[in-house]
């Protein structure tokens, strides 16, 4: 809103007003009787200084960004060392499969021993447990 009090309030002066007033009972600052009442006040406030007069004991409405920031659920990060160590068994992984494919079309016939298991089912093993036991920061 406009910082001169003079100034004609329009719809969307009229609106924001609302808004921090609707904040405002939402958080328990206003009781019922005075929300409607400042509400009430607020549709036919004909000036910006009438506006503010009705929220000037209110904390000012918070921006999208400010309600975006607030409703952004925070993912725990892992750190680099633990990041390093997944895409490195991701690509040990995907190594030791296409070794034993290839082995397996070479040979042709049923499927050889699976033996990609015990390179990353213990290090994956490993990996989880790391994983899980490590304390993360948040966002």
């Known amino acids: 809103m406009s910082h001169d009090p003079e100034l004609r309030a329009g719809d969307t002066d009229r609106d924001r007003t609302i808004a921090v007033l609707t904040d405002g009972y939402a958080e328990g600052r206003l009781t019922n009787d005075e929300f409607q009442v400042r509400v009430d ?9 009438e506006l503010n007069a009705l929220v000037v ?25 633990l990041r390093a160590g997944w895409v490195s068994w991701l690509g040990v992984g995907i190594l030791v499969n296409v070794i034993w494919g290839a082995t397996w079309i070479t040979h042709g016939g049923s499927a050889p021993y699976y033996w990609p298991i015990w390179v990353i089912g213990p290090w994956g093993a490993g990996m989880f447990i790391a994983t899980m036991s490590e304390p993360r920061k948040r966002d």
Not at 41 to 49: I, R
């Open 41 to 49: 006040s607020a549709h036919v406030a004909s000036t910006v200084g």
């Open 57 to 81: 004991d209110l904390p000012k409405a918070k921006t999208d960004d400010e309600v975006r920031q607030a409703n952004a659920v925070s993912r725990p990060k892992l750190s680099k060392d």
